[in-house]
């Protein structure tokens, strides 16, 4: 599993982004997240506090939580499942229906940068005690989010809402898996050009996640095929050949 890259998030409640006007910054604790620091600082409950030190629930729900996410990206769904299961159980032992409902929407948000667009049941589930801002994020990723919605979203997300120029608006997001995100739910709301598309394999190519990889050439293809461009769709399709994990073979008889 490739190793993630080092984010500074604040904790829950958010601490002091250091500094202020009167005085010099002062040091910002840091903790290491998955790497998409926009989408977590806003969804995913953190386990970097300064004093006192984090309870080990936290600790072991963040880890679980980041391995879980980069499992089902890189196409172990079997892995994703046990790891989400672990965050999850660490969650529920606080009875705090709003942070799980943050980790819910964590792993939808991962099933819409695949391209795989279904109910978030496990948020849905928890909505009545989520807060506006993770209500918010959730219609967000149905492709519904209103302009009332883009002030309680993630700041790298809310331009997407009213954008009229999508392929700057996701070319700008420096956080790789908020990237996806964003091409997602502008796809899934008819509003995904070509740069944006192209962008999202750029994306998940540079990290190496298949996942992602292999639907937005999917897409890709699916275009090129449709304006006649065999040749361009027969490239397409080798190189998700290329990608695709081999099927397993089944064990001979002894």
Not at 14 to 29: D, F, L, M
Not at 65 to 71: G, I, P, Q
Not at 90 to 103: C, H, K, N, Q, V
Not at 187 to 202: E, F, N, W
């Amino acid at each position: 599993m490739k190793k993630l890259t080092p984010a500074p998030v604040p904790s829950v409640p958010s601490p002091p982004q250091g500094g202020n006007s009167s005085g010099p910054a002062k040091p910002v604790p840091r903790c290491y997240s998955m790497g998409f620091a926009a989408l977590v600082t806003s969804l995913l409950l953190t386990a970097c506090s300064s004093k006192p030190p984090a309870p080990e629930w936290q600790m072991n729900a963040k880890s679980s939580a980041e391995r879980a996410a980069e499992a089902w990206l890189v196409g172990d769904a079997r892995i994703e499942a046990v790891e989400f299961a672990r965050a999850r159980r660490e969650i529920t032992s606080t009875g705090r229906a709003d942070l799980l409902a943050r980790a819910e929407l964590l792993r939808c948000a991962t099933r819409v940068a695949s391209l795989v667009f279904e109910p978030c049941a496990g948020f849905d589930a928890l909505a009545q005690d989520a807060a506006p801002a993770e209500r918010a994020y959730s219609r967000y990723l149905q492709g519904a989010a209103t302009p009332a919605d883009a002030a309680l979203l993630p700041e790298a997300h809310r331009a997407l809402v009213t954008s009229t120029a999508p392929d700057a608006a996701v070319a700008s997001i420096e956080d790789p898996l908020s990237r996806l995100v964003a091409a997602g739910v502008l796809l899934k709301s008819g509003r995904a050009t070509p740069g944006v598309i192209g962008t999202a394999v750029d994306t998940a190519s540079a990290r190496g996640w298949r996942r992602p990889l292999l639907a937005w050439l999917g897409v890709q293809r699916d275009r090129a095929l449709a304006a006649s461009a065999t040749e361009e769709a027969a490239r397409l399709q080798r190189r998700m050949d290329l990608v695709a994990p081999a099927p397993t073979q089944p064990a001979s008889p002894r």
